[in-house]
């Protein structure tokens, strides 16, 4: 493997792709992750693998791409390009018509249910979380709905991504200020508090808040998630549109069997299940439920 001396003064330049060298990584990709590259993502991997060959002081895509197929490569690396070429794109109440219909519609229907009462708990999935800003939405909807219900309401939610990198910004729960504009200024006063560090623009998401919140890292690709249990309501929203057909197909089959009987799947606003799945029960745009 061709490697610079990293005490070396080396003026790295941006190595060139094949089109064969392209799709190898492009099939590698896929595999490990469903992400599925165009011939037109070309330039844009390019940038973001050169960021990894930087990183290893590795010159040519060639090597990286041998280099990722070593024991040491699956161990160490193949993680750190997944981060490379994930897309995150996320913020807080985005989308906020799924929100609106959360509140309205799908959590007094489990209250309906049975679940106003500590002993049982409502577990919620926000699969694809990138840095946490929809699960801690997800926690404060709920939150002020058991609230203002009076309601001692018990749930958990359990936000997953493939990259580690944004993960661990999610665990932290500390976002800037300009990250926060969605929040309404009562709920920032109510469930944020500044934090210590000596950056005064950063906000920490409060601890009575938090501990609803669990992170951890999942390929939508394995065969088994290991959730521990049944969710009640699944948020995957702008993650598929990454996925070419057949993948999109076998994930909503999984994310069927892993929800509860009458549990709800959020979609993005760009997303359908048309010719995906036909075992939802459409409710609104978006918005699907599980047979009862």
């Known amino acids: 493997m061709t490697k610079v001396n990293s005490s070396e003064n080396i003026n790295f330049k941006l190595p060139e792709m094949s089109d064969g060298q392209f799709q190898l990584f492009s099939e590698l990709i896929y595999s490990l992750c469903g992400i599925n590259l165009l011939p037109k993502k070309k330039m844009m991997l390019v940038s973001r693998l050169y960021r990894r060959l930087r990183a290893l002081n590795i010159i040519d895509?060639?090597?990286?791409?041998?280099?990722?197929?070593?024991s040491d490569g699956r161990r160490d690396e193949i993680i750190n390009m997944i981060d490379a070429v994930s897309t995150n794109k996320t913020q807080f109440f985005r989308e906020p018509e799924h929100f609106a219909y959360?509140?309205?519609?799908?959590?007094?229907?489990?209250?309906?249910?049975?679940?106003?009462?500590?002993?049982?708990?409502?577990?919620?999935?926000?699969?694809?979380?990138?840095?946490?800003?929809?699960?801690?939405?997800?926690?404060?909807?709920?939150?002020?709905?058991c609230q203002k219900n009076k309601l001692e309401c018990g749930f958990k939610i359990t936000g997953t991504d493939i990259?580690?990198?944004?993960?661990?910004?999610?665990?932290?729960a500390v976002y800037r200020e300009d990250v926060l504009t969605p929040v309404p200024k009562e709920l920032l006063k109510k469930y944020f508090h500044k934090s210590d560090g000596m950056d005064k623009d950063e906000y920490t998401i409060v601890p009575e808040l938090k501990k609803h919140v669990s992170i951890?890292?999942?390929?939508?690709?394995?065969?088994?998630?290991?959730?521990?249990?049944?969710?009640?309501?699944?948020?995957?929203?702008?993650?598929?549109?990454?996925?070419?057909?057949?993948?999109?197909?076998?994930?909503?089959?999984?994310?069927?069997?892993?929800?509860?009987?009458?549990?709800?799947?959020?979609?993005?606003?760009s997303e359908s299940l048309h010719n995906i799945s036909n075992e939802f029960t459409f409710l609104a745009p978006t918005v699907y439920k599980k047979e009862e």
């Open 163 to 172: 990259s580690t990198r944004v993960l661990e910004t999610a665990s932290r």
């Open 216 to 269: 951890r890292r999942v390929n939508l690709m394995d065969s088994d998630f290991k959730l521990g249990a049944l969710m009640d309501i699944i948020f995957c929203r702008n993650v598929i549109i990454y996925f070419d057909k057949q993948t999109q197909i076998n994930l909503f089959h999984k994310f069927y069997s892993t929800l509860n009987r009458a549990g709800f799947l959020f979609i993005g606003n």
């Open 102 to 145: 959360l509140t309205a519609k799908v959590l007094p229907e489990f209250i309906e249910r049975g679940y106003a009462n500590k002993n049982k708990t409502l577990n919620v999935w926000s699969a694809g979380c990138s840095t946490g800003e929809e699960p801690y939405s997800i926690a404060i909807s709920l939150s002020e709905f």
């Open 61 to 70: 895509f060639n090597d990286y791409y041998n280099f990722l197929l070593t």
